[in-house]
């Protein structure tokens, strides 16, 4: 652990597919049954709002009861016991870090228990359904309220402090995620240009795998706090 002082952690839907949420790109996963084009552009929700409202009402319903699982609590205990920097940054957009513990977290793609307006930007938790006549407290205006998620075609959030730290980490450790989702599949080559010592854990090697300096495949519940037990220990 002494070698170590600043970590940056990604995570994608592998993490929460053990806490009982689908995952989007694996065979059967949500996008299997639904097209990007259709749901998860700023043009699906000008064209037919209801469906992309309604399609993220059913993913806020599937969030609101999870539960996090063992490798949301052990990045947590990381986080807590790790006595340097630690960032969290998450593609997920549900609530399984923070319910687990974790504190420094970025949501790059957003929050299911959020709504945003789109007339005046203004943000809120949100755990009940979305309707297309929902008005904006805020702006009072109607028609514009969306869930904070960020879609296809839009620019993740908070990227200039996540390339800041990744290019001032020495551990990067990417978990649950396919590696094949810019821009977070790039955030490895900035960890390793910042000469950080770069990990992989996810169930099977990702797209990115022959970047990484090391990989570890198994489920995300064994092997996350198995990892973050050697850390810890050593
Ligand atoms: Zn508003």
Redesign the pocket.
Known sequence: MATYKRIVILTGAGLSAESGLSTFRDKGGIWAKHRIEDVATPAAFARDPESVLEFYNTRRKGARGVKPNAAHEALARLEADFPGDLTTVTQNIDPLHEKAGTKNLIHMHGEILKAL??????KKPWEEDITIDQV??????DG??RPDVVWFGEMPYRMEEIYAALGRCDLFISIGTSGNVYPAAGFVAEARAAHAHTVELNLEPSEGISMFAEAIHGKATQVVPAYVDRLLNS
């Open positions: 307006c789109a007339h005046c930007g203004a904006c407290g805020a702006c009072n205006k514009g309220m």
